[in-house]
């Protein structure tokens, strides 16, 4: 369901605040800048004009804290918010705990499953209980237990738990031996300072799911497969690190892969979401190989610009960007509508 059925509970004197963080670029990072999530400035332009043409009053913050400060004047509004920070593991969850506190509404995924989805570990375990394929893995919290992938079938992946936007991901992360882990996580837990994921690669494609609405009920629920431009035969057995997603400034190409997610695994999407509760606004990542879908990451963090994984997405329904936001900002004043929220 989108566009003109989902506009008709927009309510237009109510204000989009926007907090977003902002880097010009990203062209000096390295694997564990800590700058990757932040907003290229193309991109929070663009997602900028893009709220603004649904006829809505767009405020900007930079920082929760201004959010705060300002928070008795957005009592009727409805905050959008793409701020990353920097350190903290609880950093996409400021926003939605300041909104909740104050009641304000907010677009996307609750306090718990930002909370949840930032830690890649306790993300899996719930993912493998509603019956979604994860990759086996590991934890490991010290150099001393570097040892334990040996226990895992080589190539693997190794990355920090808590993170998002790549940090700590790059081409080396895929390691094809134990002398490879040991030296690529010595240097992450040191730089780092915070446990690892290591986990058996997945050769296949990449694939992200976009949903949005739910629990109970999803408006939208595509997939997506993105490979590097000139390159249709996917990323399969490379690594798809900062190098790619950020410093190279690359525009993905996609393919419309829903029809490769089988009923089963639709379902064990579905069950994962209904016991997150609300997600509302999500990505889940993975690989699609002979096996099917394997789950990855969990992805609340959803990047909203017109090339995003949702922009595309959109477009291969016959759709297009601005209505993606429209649908975006609507299933959240639904979902409030339904709890019987009213504008003070």
């Known amino acids: ?34 700058d990757l999530e932040l ?4 991109y929070f332009r663009s997602l900028r004009n893009g709220l603004e043409s649904l006829g809505r009053r767009v405020v ?8 705060q400060d300002a928070i008795r004047a957005h009592r009727n509004d409805l905050v959008v918010s793409i701020w990353s920070g920097t350190h903290s593991r609880n950093r996409r969850a400021l926003v939605p705990a300041i909104c909740e506190a104050a009641g304000i509404r907010y677009v996307g995924a609750d306090v718990f499953t930002q909370i949840v989805s930032q830690d890649k ?23 001393e237990q570097i040892h334990l992938a040996e226990s895992l079938g080589f190539p693997v992946v190794v990355k920090p738990i808590h993170e998002g936007g790549s940090i700590g991901i790059s081409n080396r992360s895929r ?18 300072c915070q446990p690892l994921l290591i986990e058996e690669f997945v050769a296949g494609r990449e694939t992200c799911v976009c949903i949005l609405g739910g629990p109970n009920e999803f408006r939208f629920f595509e997939a997506v497969e993105l490979y590097p431009p000139g390159k249709p035969a996917g990323l399969y057995d490379q690594i798809l690190g900062y190098e790619l997603k950020k410093k190279a400034g690359l525009t993905f190409d996609y393919e419309h892969v829903s029809h ?5 695994d639709r379902r064990a999407i579905t069950r994962l979401l209904q016991r997150l509760n609300r997600a509302e606004l999500i990505r889940v990542d993975g690989r699609i190989d002979d096996d099917g879908f ?12 017109p090339d995003s994984d949702f922009g595309r997405a959109y477009e291969f329904i016959g759709s297009d960007y601005v209505t993606f936001l429209r649908d ?17």
């Open 60 to 67: 900007h913050y930079g920082h929760p804290n201004q959010l």
């Open 121 to 143: 570990w306790l993300s899996r375990h719930m993912a493998r209980q509603a019956g979604l394929r994860t990759a086996r893995g590991i934890l490991i919290q010290s150099v």
């Open 294 to 305: 394997c789950m990855l990451e969990l992805s609340p963090d959803v990047h909203l610009g």
């Open 1 to 34: 369901m989108t566009g003109q059925a989902l506009s008709q509970g927009l309510k237009t004197d109510a204000a989009l605040v926007l907090v977003a963080d902002t880097t010009p670029d990203h062209n000096s990072a390295t694997v564990v800048s800590r």
């Open 39 to 42: 907003a290229s400035a193309r």
């Open 260 to 264: 490769l997610i089988s009923d089963e």
């Open 328 to 344: 975006m900002v609507s299933t959240a004043e639904a979902h409030y509508a339904s709890k019987g929220w009213e504008p003070s």
């Open 175 to 192: 390691c094809e031996s134990i002398d490879e882990v040991r030296e690529l996580a010595s240097m992450l837990l040191e730089s780092m």
